[in-house]
């Protein structure tokens, strides 16, 4: 059960269907819960994936692989399913 009001992707209206519909054609299915907790502020979920975009996959010193390495790590320590 969660503890944070989240919109379903059904229930998704203007901006945030329109985010969910681009999250949907990346080959996902629904919307991750890590995501759809941002949903009340459609504006601080589309911050969100910028972010992470640019850690991910702008130029850095490290590799793509290290950093999904370091992800996976800090959500282990953090007992984050994702």
């Known amino acids: 059960m969660a503890w944070i009001d989240m919109v379903d992707e059904?229930?998704?209206e203007g901006k945030?269907?329109?985010l969910y519909d681009k999250l949907s054609r990346s080959g996902k299915n629904?919307?991750?819960h890590v995501l759809k907790v941002q949903s009340l502020?459609?504006?601080l979920l589309e911050d969100h994936l910028k972010i992470y975009k640019t850690i991910m996959f702008a130029r850095s010193n490290i590799s793509r692989r290290q950093?999904?390495?370091i992800a996976t790590?800090?959500?282990d320590v953090?007992?984050?399913h994702y």
Request: aromatic share 0%; with cysteine; glycine share 0%.
């Open 10 to 12: 059904e229930k998704a």
């Open 16 to 18: 945030l269907a329109e």
């Open 30 to 32: 629904e919307v991750a």
């Open 41 to 43: 502020n459609p504006d």
């Open 67 to 69: 950093r999904e390495m």
């Open 73 to 75: 790590v800090v959500s």
């Open 78 to 80: 953090n007992e984050c």
